[in-house]
């Protein structure tokens, strides 16, 4: 009997143990760094992976590069990414002259190359001239707030007036010449037709559609394409400008094509030029194809894990959490700290003054309240000791040698490698930015529930510095910046207040990015609670539908829900891959939870009596047994002594 409730006993244990650890899924790689950017193999620009290959590409060639750095999560590197695109198609044919390249400081593999070349904001946009040489602060020239609109006249102007340009490329300076001769005694000797390209002279950096043309056809053979500002003897016969003239060698004739064909843009003068060719018999050779720079090792390296495996492995964590209503995932939160610690603050190539301070920060709350386990606690513990003890600065890679070093030595520190409920499946959208709020709600109801320091803007202060020195998308960070001063963040007095700002805050922000081209579709961002999340949050008519335009909310009803959601005791382990990592108290109470709520709620006392009032039942009946088991036995004498 007692080994069967041996048997009995040990069975359930294993069994809760089992759905404790939930079904395990196939061991996956969804770290920021795998992902593959905003860029494609079929757009007309070259995504660059690692420092090896940045350094070859940019560095001793035989033409320029143009080169985008940039945050794959940054929402305004998004929103620029097409034009970006739309750059590289617009300048295929000048791939021999300058290459339209872009690299992603998200990725593992490239933050050390950001760090080095002193990226400080998404997007960044560096020009390297031809044949550049490496060495200290040889980091490209920048181009300040890059606008989409002009970027193909910053980048001729730095065509224009590169001191390291090669003879070989085309000659975009104005030409002067005072006789349709003269321009062929500057001429090589095979041209037969110099186009020239009359533009106003009002604004000579404005003026690039000469130059653009001049890019577009430098391969022509026999022909020479020149711009100019004024030719005296040159007399168009309308003022339009840009105005283009053919003069041939033989016998110096000179042609106006412009006008013939609609308005002189590019496209025309373009094709006027052409059409001149054929008409004159010149041939035209064919413009060299761009490079793909995805390497063989590239290539082997996506296909490790099959799409269909990953979107499987995906797809079956989705539907879980679709299930699951009120929760914060362990996952994202862990996810938020690790893309922090290990890739943007790293970046810095030195960390001094208010950013320092920020750091510090940060840390601090990150140490006083991340819900990690022993090895965690102690690792953010002795980061946070590291930093402190820095007065002055410390250099992006010496803080991101430290921090690997103690995850090293504090193995396992982090449990999952995935995000859940702010996974996307298209990448760039959501995840972190969506992870980084999750954390700092989750810290603004922990230093409430915790209590260790009335400071009600603890985690803001902590909050404000690493938006403004660390999060890598510039224009998120101005507009975040812009709101706490406007909603006056600094005078929030309470710990609960706090949490509530920060709560109205994130609710200001998506009601801002709603719509945007930022916004996942699968996820579109609402005023949170909903009201099927929270009904009670919200007042009147409110309460029952999601119109957004004007909402009443109950804020104390709002604060409790936080509270209720956020508290650690709420926050899930779906997607953990190593439970080993996490606190075993919770170990213990998500083994219980998870066996049907059969035991979670039995009083551990209540179940000592009831197995000491069975043992005395089973003593009892033991007595019993005996006691009626016995029978005197009976002699003749007895019997005759009777008679």
């Known amino acids: 009997m007692r080994l069967f409730f041996v048997i009995v006993f040990l069975s ?18 969804q770290s920021p760094a795998d992902y593959n950017g905003l860029y494609m193999n079929t757009d007309a620009v070259d995504e660059l992976i690692g420092k090896e290959q940045f350094r070859n590409w940019v560095f001793q060639q035989k033409r320029a590069s143009f080169v985008e750095f940039y945050n794959s999560f940054c929402g305004f590197c998004r929103r620029f990414a097409p034009h970006w695109i739309q750059l590289g198609e617009k300048t295929k044919s000048w791939r021999d002259i300058v290459a339209i390249s872009a690299i992603d400081c998200s990725s593992d593999e490239n933050s050390d190359v950001c760090r080095d070349f002193e990226v400080m904001s998404y997007p960044t946009i560096r020009y390297f001239p031809p044949n550049y040489e490496e060495g200290p602060k040889q980091i490209g020239k920048s181009v300040f707030r890059p606008d989409h609109d002009t970027l ?15 003879a070989s490329w085309p000659d975009l300076e104005d030409v002067t010449a005072d006789s349709a001769a003269e321009l062929f005694t500057k001429a090589p000797q095979n041209i037969k037709i110099v186009y020239v390209i009359l533009e106003n002279v009002q604004d000579a950096n404005k003026n690039t559609t000469g130059a653009q043309v001049i890019l577009d056809l430098h391969g022509l053979q026999d022909t020479l394409v020149r711009r100019a500002s004024s030719l005296d003897f040159l007399h168009p016969q309308s003022s339009t400008r840009p105005a283009l003239f053919a003069i041939h060698r033989e016998d110096l ?22 059409a001149h060719l054929q008409k004159n018999n010149i041939a035209i050779p064919q413009t060299s194809p761009s490079i793909n720079l995805q390497t063989e090792e590239t290539a082997i390296r996506d296909k490790d894990i099959p799409d269909w495996i990953k979107h499987k492995q995906d ?12 929760v914060v995932f362990q996952a994202d939160l862990e996810q ?19 950013r320092l301070l920020a750091l510090k920060r940060f840390l601090s709350v990150l140490s006083r309240y991340f819900p990690f386990g ?3 606690r102690k690792f953010l513990k002795d980061l946070e000791t590291y930093a402190a003890q820095k007065e002055h600065s410390i250099s992006g890679e010496e803080f991101e040698n430290e921090a690997k070093r103690l995850e090293e030595t504090n193995r396992p520190v982090f449990s999952s490698s ?94 801002r990015l709603s719509g945007d081209t930022t916004e996942d579709p699968a996820h579109p961002k609402i005023q949170f609670p909903s009201a099927t999340e929270c009904p009670q949050c919200r007042r009147g008519d409110n309460a029952s539908h999601n119109d957004e335009s004007e909402i009443s909310w109950d804020r104390t009803e709002v604060l409790f829900f936080l509270r209720r959601i956020h508290a650690v005791q709420n926050i899930s382990r ?27 709620d039995i009083d551990m006392r209540m179940g000592l009596l009831l197995y000491g009032f069975c043992i005395c039942m089973l003593l009892a009946a033991v007595r019993l047994f005996l006691k009626r088991g016995y029978r005197k036995k009976m002699y003749i004498h007895d019997l005759l002594g009777k008679v």
């Open 12 to 29: 359930l244990g294993l069994f809760g143990g089992a759905l404790g650890r939930g079904i395990p899924f196939l061991k996956q790689s």
């Open 152 to 166: 193909k006249q910053v980048l001729i102007n730095f065509l224009i007036n590169d001191d390291q340009k090669l």
């Open 253 to 274: 004739a000179i042609e106006e094509l412009s006008g013939k064909d609609g308005e002189p843009t590019r496209e025309i003068l373009r094709k006027s030029i052409l």
């Open 315 to 326: 797809k079956a964590i989705q539907d879980k959490v679709a299930q699951m209503k009120d």
């Open 336 to 354: 938020a700290v690790r893309f922090s610690l290990f890739h943007e603050i790293p970046r810095y190539g030195t960390i001094k003054d208010e």
């Open 374 to 376: 022993d090895n965690g």
């Open 418 to 511: 995935k995000f859940v409920a702010c996974y996307s499946e298209v990448d760039g959208l959501r995840r972190y930015p969506c992870s980084l709020w999750l954390l700092f709600h989750h810290l603004t109801v922990a230093a409430v529930d915790q209590n260790i320091s009335t400071d009600p803007l603890e985690v803001l202060h902590a909050m404000h510095g690493y938006i403004k020195h660390f999060f890598g998308c510039t224009d998120c960070s101005n507009h975040f910046q812009e709101m706490a001063r406007k909603n006056r963040m600094f005078s929030v007095a309470s710990q609960d207040n706090a949490i509530l700002w920060l709560w109205s805050a994130h609710n200001e922000v998506n009601k």
């Open 574 to 600: 779906l997607g953990v891959d190593d439970e080993s990592a996490l606190p075993a108290s919770l170990d213990v109470i998500r083994a219980k939870r998870y066996v049907s709520n059969v035991f979670s």
